[in-house]
């Protein structure tokens, strides 16, 4: 049996729409079955049969038997599979083809414009249209390769790969006799000279004093070098082919922000590379993603308390040298030695063509968003540029997401017990299983004009890194669920309020780690946090047919110390929205009327626009140690403007102008052009509006409150001082009893870091100040705020902006 079909195609070669005609049985002489084709055009809807009514040779088939009974009737069963598979297939020919222009997604390669422009000749227009390349999928794995070369695809990948780059030794001889080492040498050795009492003619003390110390040097040098090894670095890139290969779906980079770095590293300057720090894996994965590039491994600034058997051995042959957490001594003196050895050794390793990588926040991420930098490494980097050391230097923001922490949690921590020291298993299982520095590296000797270099160049690096970091399909979900539905809602509402974020997160700018449908995205986003944060229930019941898609509810785990965990995943976005957070709660906080009553009615309700971007930038000041809301060379107010042109673009505010009181109004007659007007905002809200600002609003929420309660408990500082560990825990115990007697609503509130940055807050407004006895820092009240009168104008004030 055969059959015909046949398509008809319009002139531009795209199918739009498909015949079929079945099969006719026609008896002749020789016993053949005849082909008919259409009779009419092909694009005629109609079958011709003149052919069959004039046949006369027609002959009925005799009675089948029941073989032949069973054999038609199985013909004819796949027969109608055959028809129903043509049906299927030949549907998408009845609508135009879509052919799917290239996602061009977001690139950052360009310095600022405040920043030299040594760089921007690495981009081109190709990088910003170039997408997302997934490391894992390598090309010894294509299906043109042979088997064997597919079954060990990434052993062939990794021997394939250049890692033989010179990597010279620095002799520790080379860095003691650098005139920095010399001159700590010879002021440590007069130091304890003086303090023994002997005196400075004393040569016999000199030589051996010299020579405990320069001992001393040579120990710290051997603990801290790194020892970069090729052989190393292509057994690891293997080894973390496999391991990531079972972690991770895919391990993404944008395409155009390689190829800059490709270019960057072909030029004759060092790199210096400054990622974001979220999880140990971060050692391993800037050095991984070079090795696939074929570009030289940095040496990597690690904490000593990673130099442990096994795994700092491994560290320290992918690049790790390890650095103090603290470079304080503990007699509460500069460690002098120490910071000239670690300055000298990073200055000869740049000259010597090295390329760096450290973290610029310090340690970890507690909190989901990114830290305020530490400056104390990056001061060697301008130290050296500054004296000539260093001609140029290519400096790198990098950003690293993940939609799982492999580390596991910080809960412990936020909830105020102390860190777990690391382990070499503890290691282990942070990547099977899923640096700190003081403010500047030279102590109080440097100008004040020199921190202040070093500290914006400091913010800047970690504002751009934050602006290029991907969005993962975690951190948006959790953003939903933590404050637009945390009472939970159903998924075909949580996937309509994804695509608005992610449409809103492409008119920012800002790239995704995920694509796709947004009800898949959900669903694997909820699969991914699992049921200790998210909680789902099936109610799309019995009643529902077939075809229909399944329904679920969804809300977040809200109980302690769970939600402190997914709050982690939200505050992803927190840097994002935390100018636009800012605005609508001051907005919020001016208003004598309760929006949410007015929805979609005028509450006639007038706030004056400079007043309300004045008390805005004082709540942007509260939050400083929270938000970078903009970079050092950029005005926080034209941010806090920006934001608040947002609510006039999503209509929440209109534009009134109004002349001033005691202005006279202008009239025909009058002479005068330069009468003053009061620019003024009529709130308008609408049911979209007051759920996107009901958002921004819940991300400051627990913040404040933490800030609230705990300015409430500087009373405790009255007429006494008190350990800053020992403050900050009876805040926290104080804000633990408030959450269980119901009184506050967010549980993040009890998180220490929120607390703690209110205390930085307190400091910077010189209602606390401290100092430091026995190595224990000690905080009392300031004589401007000594009493409970004094404290309570700076309370409300905090408490003005949580109404």
């Known amino acids: 049996m055969n059959l015909q079909y046949y398509t008809g195609n319009d002139s531009g070669g795209h199918s739009r729409g498909s015949h079929y005609a079945r099969p006719h049985y026609t008896g002749n002489p020789n016993g053949r079955r005849r082909r008919y084709r259409n009779s009419e055009s092909l694009d005629g809807q109609s079958w011709s049969r003149d052919t069959f009514a004039h046949s006369s040779q027609f002959v009925p088939a005799p009675r089948p038997s029941k073989y032949a009974q069973k054999t038609r009737t199985q013909s004819t069963r796949s027969y109608l599979n055959q028809i129903k598979l043509i049906e299927s297939l030949a549907e998408f020919k009845k609508y135009p083809m879509v052919h799917a222009g290239p996602l061009e997604r977001p ?4 310095a600022c414009k405040c920043l030299p422009f040594s760089g921007n000749d690495l981009t081109s227009k190709t990088t910003t249209s170039l997408g997302l390349r997934n490391l894992l999928r390598v090309s010894t794995n294509n299906s043109d390769r042979y088997f064997l070369t597919r079954k060990c695809c990434y052993v062939f990948h990794c021997l394939n790969l250049r890692t033989k780059f010179h990597y010279p030794d620095i002799p520790n001889k080379l860095i003691i006799k650098d005139e920095c080492v010399a001159a700590a040498l010879e002021q440590v050795v007069a130091d304890e000279m003086e303090q023994k009492g002997l005196e400075a003619s004393d040569k016999k003390a000199y030589v051996t004093l010299l020579a405990k110390y320069t001992a ?86 690690a904490g000593d308390n990673l130099r442990m058997p096994v795994f700092g051995w491994l560290l320290r042959g992918l690049g790790g040298f390890f650095i103090k957490r603290r470079l304080d001594a503990a007699k509460s003196r500069k460690d002098i030695l120490y910071r000239s050895v670690l300055q000298t050794y990073m200055t000869h390793s740049l000259q010597a063509g090295y390329n760096l990588e450290f973290f610029i926040e310090g340690g970890r991420t507690r909190t989901g968003k990114p830290c305020m930098p530490k400056g ?18 290519l400096i790198i923001p990098i950003a690293i997401n993940y939609d799982r922490l492999l580390d596991g949690n910080f809960i412990r921590e936020q909830m ?40 914006s160049l400091a913010v800047h690096i970690v504002f751009d890194a934050e602006r290029c970091q991907a969005i993962m399909s975690t951190n948006a979900v959790a953003w939903l669920l933590s404050f637009v539905y945390r009472s939970g809602t159903r998924l075909s509402t949580l996937t309509t309020a994804l695509d608005a974020l992610r449409d809103s997160l492409k008119a920012r700018k800002r790239d995704t780690g995920f694509s796709g449908d947004s009800r898949e995205v959900v669903r694997h986003a909820v699969q991914l946090l699992g049921p200790g944060l998210v909680r789902t229930e099936d109610f799309s019941g019995s009643n529902s047919s077939a075809c229909d898609k399944p ?34 709660t001051t907005l919020l906080s001016m208003t004598d009327c309760d929006l949410w009553t007015y929805k979609d009615c005028s509450p006639d309700c007038l706030v004056d626009k400079k007043k309300l971007l004045q008390r805005a930038g004082r709540l942007a000041s509260v939050l400083q140690h929270e938000y970078l809301l903009a970079p050092p060379c950029a005005k926080q107010e034209d941010r806090l403007s920006q934001a608040l042109d947002n609510l006039v673009d999503m209509g929440l505010l209109q534009a009134a102008v109004f002349p001033q009181k005691g202005v006279r109004r202008w009239s025909d007659d009058s002479d005068e052009d330069d009468i003053s007007y009061c620019h003024h905002f009529k709130v308008t809200p609408t049911s979209s509006s007051l759920e996107v600002i009901g958002a921004w609003r819940n991300m400051l929420v627990p913040m404040l409150d933490a800030y609230y309660y705990t300015a409430h408990c500087l009373q405790k500082l009255i007429a006494t001082q008190m350990p800053d560990k020992e403050f900050i825990q009876s805040s926290q115990s104080y804000i633990g009893s408030l959450l269980e007697k119901g009184i506050l609503k967010y549980g993040e509130s009890i998180c220490i870091d929120p607390i703690r940055n209110a205390v930085k807050f307190f400091e910077s407004e010189g209602v606390v100040e401290s100092y430091t006895h026995d190595s224990i820092r000690l905080l009392y009240l300031s004589k401007e705020f000594e009493s409970e009168d004094k404290l309570l104008p700076f309370i409300n004030e905090i408490d003005s902006f949580r109404s």
């Open 216 to 301: 001393r040097a040579n120990k710290l040098l051997h603990e801290m070098k790194a020892a970069l090894s090729s052989t190393l670095i292509r057994l690891t890139g293997y080894v973390l082919f496999k391991v990531f290969s079972n972690l991770f779906s895919s391990v993404t980079v944008h395409g155009g922000q390689k190829e800059v770095i490709e270019r960057a590293a072909q030029k004759d300057m060092p790199i210096i590379y400054l990622p974001l720090h979220r999880s140990h894996v971060d050692y391993l994965f800037v050095t991984w993603i070079l090795f696939n590039q074929q570009i030289p491994a940095p040496i990597v600034a």
């Open 551 to 584: 329904d679920y509810f969804i809300e977040p785990v809200t109980l302690l110390p769970n939600i402190i965990e997914f709050n982690y995943y939200a505050s992803a976005l927190g840097p994002l929205f935390a100018a636009d957070a800012i605005v609508v």
């Open 376 to 393: 104390g490494l990056l001061s060697v980097i301008v130290d050296a540029y500054s004296n000539g050391t260093l001609e140029d230097a």
């Open 416 to 455: 105020g017990q102390s860190k777990v020291p690391e382990s070499f298993w503890g290691a282990v299982r942070a990547i099977i299983k899923g640096a700190r520095s003081s403010s500047s590296l030279f102590g109080t000797e440097v100008t004040e004009e020199y921190r202040l270099l070093v500290k």
């Open 107 to 110: 690139v950052h390669g360009q």
